[in-house]
C-alpha cells in the first residue's frame, strides 16, 4: 500500500527504510500529546514532545526532526514564534511544519500561509487524518512544500504569502475558504483531488456537511474567475483539478 501512494520520484524511500524519521511535536495538552506520541510511535515515528514554545524550539534545534506538530497557543513563547524562528534558522528551516489551531481562532486562516507552516489541523481532530495528512507532508519533499509562496500558472497568479489571487491585472476577492482550494488545487496542477481531499485540505471537520459545500465553493471561485473559470476542472467520479492552459493559449 506504501509503494502505491508514494509517488514515483520520492528520495526518501531508500532513508525511510533505514532510518525511522523523528516528529516532534510541541503542545500543552498532557494528554493530547500522550494520544499522539502513542500513535505516532505505533505508525514506527520516532516521537519527542515539549509542553512549552521554549522547549520546543530548543529541541527542533537539537534533534532537527523531520516534522514538527505545532500548537499556536503555548506558554513562554507561542506557536508563531516558535514557527518564525524555525524557519529563520538554517539548521531548521526546511523542517516540516504542521500547525494545530483551536477551531475559535480566527487566526486560523492566515497562520499555515502566512507564517510558514506547511499545512495545519484544528481542534478538535481525529486521529486518523491527521497521520494520513503527517505522511503525506512528509512525502513531498521539503524544498516543494516551501520554496514556492508565489504560483503563477495560466494567467492566474496565486500569492500565499498576501492572500492575493490576480487573474492578469485583476485581483480577486476571494473568501478563505475559495483561496485554499484554488491553492491546493493549483500547487499540483493536473493532479485530481476528491472532495474529501479538498475538505481536508481546506478543513478537518464535519465531513459530511462540507462534502457538498466544496461544490457550492468551487462554483464561486469559477464565478470569480471569469474567463479561466474553465482551469478548474470537474474529473467525473473523483472530484477537481486545475487543468492548465497549453502556454499558446495564454495570451
Ligand atoms: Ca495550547
Known sequence: ?????????N????????????????????????????????????????????????????????????????????GLQVCRQIRSDPRTQHVRILM????????????????????????????????HRIKALLRRPPEETRSKDVLNISGVEVDRLSHVVRVDARELQLTPTEFRLLWTLARQPGRSFSRHELMDSSRGEDANALERTIDVHIRALRQKLENRADLIETVRGVGYRFRPRPTAAIE
Open 11 to 78: 528520495e526518501s524511500t531508500l532513508g525511510e527504510c533505514m532510518k525511522k524519521q523523528t516528529i516532534l511535536i510541541i503542545e500543552d495538552e498532557r494528554s493530547l500529546v500522550e494520544v499522539l506520541t502513542y500513535n505516532l510511535a505505533k505508525e514506527g515515528f520516532d516521537v519527542i514532545s515539549a509542553t512549552d514554545g521554549q522547549d520546543g524550539l530548543r529541541k527542533a534545534q537539537s534533534t532537527l526532526p523531520e516534522l514538527v506538530i505545532l500548537d499556536l497557543m503555548l506558554p513562554v513563547i507561542d
Open 1 to 9: 500500500m506504501r509503494g502505491q501512494t508514494r509517488p514515483p520520484h
Open 100 to 131: 494545530l489551531t483551536a477551531r475559535s481562532e480566527e487566526v486560523d486562516e492566515i497562520v499555515g500561509f502566512n507564517m510558514g507552516a506547511d499545512d495545519y489541523v484544528t481542534k478538535p481532530f481525529k486521529i486518523r487524518p491527521l497521520i
